[in-house]
């Protein structure tokens, strides 16, 4: 089982930056596949972000590709989500996510609000 706590959210500025992170428990980490999500005010959850456990391959959004960066260090069971370039838009709650095979896994979520 694995337990995800994210961290980092909060308010910046259109332009700006900000820097989540996702805190795995567990000694399984690397044997995850691990993505951020973000769902906004009466949208559906929508993927954002992806890294892969064995070579780090990601995959991105559209909407975010060039101004997102997700990374990860297994040996700190954590990933990461650089932020930059923010725009309103991308004002949501930003889930993490761990791949399992039968079973996924998510944090609680953290907000990341940015005004225009």
């Known amino acids: 089982q694995v337990q995800l706590v994210e961290s980092g959210g909060g308010l910046a500025q259109a332009g700006g930056s900000l820097r989540l992170s996702c805190a795995a428990s567990?000694?399984?980490?690397?044997?995850?596949?691990m993505g951020w999500f973000r769902q906004a005010p009466g949208k559906e959850r929508e993927f954002v972000a992806a890294i892969t456990r064995s070579d780090g391959s990601t995959l991105y959004a559209d909407s975010v590709k060039g101004r997102f960066t997700i990374s990860r260090d297994n040996a700190k069971n954590t990933v990461y989500l650089q932020m930059n370039s923010l725009k309103p838009e991308d004002t949501a709650v930003y889930y993490c996510?761990?791949?399992?095979?039968?079973?996924?896994?998510w944090g609680q979520g953290t907000q990341v609000t940015v005004s225009s």
């Open positions: 996510k761990a791949y399992g095979v039968t079973y996924d896994y």
């Open positions: 567990g000694r399984t980490f690397s044997r995850h596949t």
